[in-house]
């Protein structure tokens, strides 16, 4: 592809400074607080889709990856996907469809290391950074800073761990994990890693973090010692590419099983947090794969589907912590994405949200904008006992298990088909495993956990009460947990976190 033009990046605030795909991986964030977006969507036709229909998952996605990142070659993309996606993943087909009832599926984003969706971007993602990083001539050394609800911590430390000219450093919020997704990352192994709890929530944590990436001062010193910092949050474009490669994939299994005829439209329900993986999903719309809704699901902390269904986002309102906790957010990073394809790719008005949104928590776009969103987008939340009702009948009714945040995704479906009448094949996105909450889903499928959960091991010892009562066999990295103790145990108020990192990469404590 020599002497062709490449694919260009942006931001979502402003459209002078255009880089290539490697280098919008290496940064992570714009230096002016936006998002990078791809110039144009590449157009997949219905011709190719059928050819992917073919192919292995691995092949489907450097095919995907390779129309966004033609700064890499075919060779290297085909290899690492390769990589990522064949020994990690304990289903040959990497992210099954399984279908439920007639025109309801569920795609499985579940079956990697970590068992949870973010394993189908971080699995891919240290190859396409330490590509980039080359690509760039960047010689200092990387370090990934990570603000995560729960999922994405373990899924990026597994992803990095002693990956050659990396280091990984995980902040997760204290009181708002699970027994093991706290487990799984305290206990993780690897020489370049650490992990601290955050006193405050996710968006305590998040907006720490993005307080680090714009702190000048802190990166020049760490320049000076051969560090720069990066981001693997979906904020970082090398984490959407690989999210939206499933969509085109599901759409090749439900026509591979003549669940729909080629052409024909589906709809994708997806259980929303940072608003990433359905932002995935609205890009592969605008390649070409035919889909109807995209509907947004919500928790109690229904932020987003507000913002859907009023057109006015507001973050002023309480903060619950939910048995779905991958999706305990108030500050939806990856609207941003969303609102500047929606505003006529306009960098200015995107800023004045953002503006407004971090000045007073609110900000409201205007009705044609909310209409354009509308005819794409659909939103509904489910509420904390309709999450353990939905559990509940899933199983006995279907013999099917799934966690939480897939639970708040299919009573949302649900409760969209009675509100519309809509019958378009649908597919909801099943982003975990039952087994990471298993608290949680034991005591939706009435099987409380009695005496309470008092150390890190109990929680775990739940994996083999969820894999008797339910008769199935717990993930292997999960069963592998059993006995594996914590390495990380610090935890730091909220104004500590730039000195936790500036301690991590120089061994300095502050004062
Ligand atoms: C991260 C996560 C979500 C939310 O995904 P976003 O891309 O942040 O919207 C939903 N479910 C699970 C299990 C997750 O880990």
Same mark, same amino acid.
């Given at each position: 592809?020599?002497?062709?033009?490449?694919?260009?990046?942006?931001?979502?605030?402003?459209?002078?400074?255009?880089?290539?795909?490697?280098?919008?991986?290496?940064?992570?964030?714009?230096?002016?607080?936006?998002?990078?977006?791809?110039?144009?969507?590449?157009?997949?036709? $219905?011709?190719?889709?059928?050819?992917?229909?073919?192919?292995?998952?691995?092949?489907?996605?450097?095919?995907?990856?390779?129309?966004?990142?033609?700064?890499?070659?075919?060779?290297?993309?085909?290899?690492?996907?390769?990589?990522?996606?064949?020994?990690?993943?304990?289903?040959?087909?990497?992210?099954?469809?399984?279908?439920?009832?007639?025109?309801?599926?569920?795609?499985?984003?579940?079956?990697?290391?970590?068992?949870?969706?973010?394993?189908?971007?971080?699995?891919?993602?240290?190859?396409?950074?330490?590509?980039?990083?080359?690509?760039?001539?960047?010689?200092?050394?990387? /370090? !990934?800073?990570?603000?995560?609800?729960?999922?994405?911590?373990?899924?990026?430390?597994?992803?990095?761990?002693?990956?050659?000219?990396?280091?990984?450093?995980?902040?997760?919020?204290?009181?708002?994990?699970?027994?093991?997704?706290?487990?799984?990352?305290?206990? $993780?192994? &690897?020489?370049?890693?650490?992990?601290?709890?955050?006193?405050?929530?996710?968006?305590?944590? $998040?907006?720490?973090?993005?307080?680090?990436?714009?702190?000048?001062?802190?990166?020049?010193?760490?320049?000076?010692?051969?560090?720069?910092?990066?981001?693997?949050?979906?904020?970082?474009?090398?984490?959407?590419?690989?999210?939206?490669?499933?969509? +085109?994939?599901?759409?090749?299994?439900?026509?591979?099983?003549?669940? !729909?005829?080629? &052409?024909?439209?589906?709809?994708?329900?997806?259980?929303?947090?940072? +608003?990433?993986?359905?932002?995935?999903?609205?890009?592969?719309?605008?390649?070409?794969?035919?889909?109807?809704?995209?509907? /947004?699901?919500?928790?109690?902390?229904?932020?987003?589907?507000?913002?859907?269904?009023?057109?006015?986002?507001?973050?002023?309102?309480?903060?619950?912590?939910?048995?779905?906790?991958?999706?305990?957010?108030? %500050?939806?990073?990856?609207?941003?994405?969303?609102?500047?394809?929606?505003?006529?790719?306009?960098?200015?008005?995107?800023?004045?949200?953002?503006?407004?949104?971090?000045?007073?928590?609110?900000?409201?776009?205007?009705?044609?904008?909310?209409?354009? !969103?509308?005819?794409?987008?659909?939103?509904?939340? /489910?509420?904390?006992?309709?999450?353990?009702?939905? !559990?509940?009948?899933?199983?006995?009714?279907?013999?099917?298990?799934?966690?939480?945040?897939?639970?708040?995704?299919?009573?949302?479906?649900?409760?969209?088909?009675?509100?519309?009448?809509?019958?378009?094949?649908?597919?909801?996105?099943?982003?975990?495993?039952?087994?990471?909450?298993?608290?949680?889903?034991?005591?939706?499928?009435?099987?409380?956990?009695?005496?309470?959960?008092?150390?890190?091991? /109990?929680?775990?010892?739940?994996?083999?009460?969820?894999?008797? %009562?339910?008769?199935?066999?717990?993930?292997?990295?999960?069963?592998?947990?059993?006995?594996?103790?914590?390495?990380?145990?610090?935890?730091?108020?909220?104004?500590?976190?730039?000195?936790?990192?500036?301690?991590?990469?120089?061994?300095?404590?502050?004062?």
């Amino acid at each position: 592809m020599t002497g062709e033009a490449h694919m260009l990046y942006q931001s979502t605030r402003n459209d002078r400074n255009k880089i290539t795909g490697a280098e919008a991986i290496v940064r992570g964030l714009s230096s002016d607080g936006g998002l990078y977006v791809p110039e144009s969507f590449p157009e997949v036709t $219905q011709e190719t889709v059928t050819k992917l229909a073919a192919m292995p998952y691995h092949e489907r996605a450097a095919f995907i990856t390779g129309l966004y990142l033609d700064d890499f070659n075919a060779d290297e993309l085909s290899r690492f996907a390769s990589d990522a996606y064949t020994s990690g993943f304990d289903d040959p087909a990497v992210a099954p469809l399984k279908k439920l009832s007639e025109g309801t599926y569920f795609l499985e984003l579940w079956h990697g290391p970590t068992c949870a969706f973010k394993d189908m971007a971080l699995q891919l993602l240290p190859h396409l950074l330490t590509a980039s990083l080359k690509k760039t001539g960047e010689t200092r050394e990387v /370090c !990934i800073l990570v603000a995560t609800s729960g999922d994405t911590g373990k899924a990026a430390l597994e992803g990095f761990r002693d990956v050659p000219g990396t280091r990984i450093m995980v902040f997760y919020p204290r009181d708002g994990v699970s027994d093991v997704q706290k487990l799984q990352m305290t206990s $993780q192994a &690897g020489g370049n890693v650490n992990v601290v709890a955050v006193e405050g929530n996710f968006d305590d944590a $998040q907006t720490g973090v993005k307080a680090i990436f714009s702190d000048t001062e802190l990166s020049s010193m760490l320049d000076s010692r051969g560090y720069f910092l990066s981001s693997a949050n979906s904020i970082n474009w090398g984490r959407l590419v690989p999210q939206i490669v499933y969509y +085109f994939s599901a759409y090749c299994d439900l026509l591979k099983n003549g669940c !729909i005829k080629p &052409g024909g439209k589906v709809n994708f329900c997806v259980p929303t947090g940072n +608003f990433g993986n359905i932002l995935a999903a609205y890009y592969a719309s605008r390649m070409g794969l035919p889909v109807n809704k995209l509907i /947004c699901a919500s928790n109690r902390n229904d932020v987003l589907t507000q913002f859907i269904n009023t057109g006015v986002y507001d973050r002023n309102r309480p903060f619950y912590t939910t048995a779905s906790p991958s999706m305990d957010i108030l %500050v939806s990073s990856n609207l941003e994405r969303l609102l500047y394809e929606m505003s006529g790719k306009d960098g200015g008005t995107v800023a004045d949200y953002m503006q407004a949104l971090s000045a007073g928590g609110v900000y409201a776009i205007p009705d044609p904008v909310k209409r354009e !969103i509308n005819r794409m987008f659909a939103g509904g939340y /489910c509420s904390e006992p309709d999450t353990m009702k939905t !559990i509940n009948d899933v199983f006995y009714d279907h013999d099917y298990l799934i966690d939480t945040h897939t639970a708040v995704a299919y009573k949302v479906l649900c409760d969209y088909k009675k509100d519309t009448g809509d019958d378009t094949p649908s597919v909801v996105v099943s982003t975990a495993s039952a087994f990471k909450f298993c608290d949680s889903v034991l005591d939706a499928l009435s099987k409380p956990v009695s005496g309470g959960v008092n150390s890190a091991s /109990c929680g775990v010892e739940l994996l083999d009460k969820l894999a008797e %009562v339910t008769g199935t066999g717990i993930p292997a990295p999960l069963a592998a947990l059993k006995g594996s103790a914590a390495r990380f145990n610090a935890s730091v108020p909220v104004g500590s976190m730039k000195e936790a990192v500036t301690e991590f990469l120089t061994g300095l404590t502050a004062g």
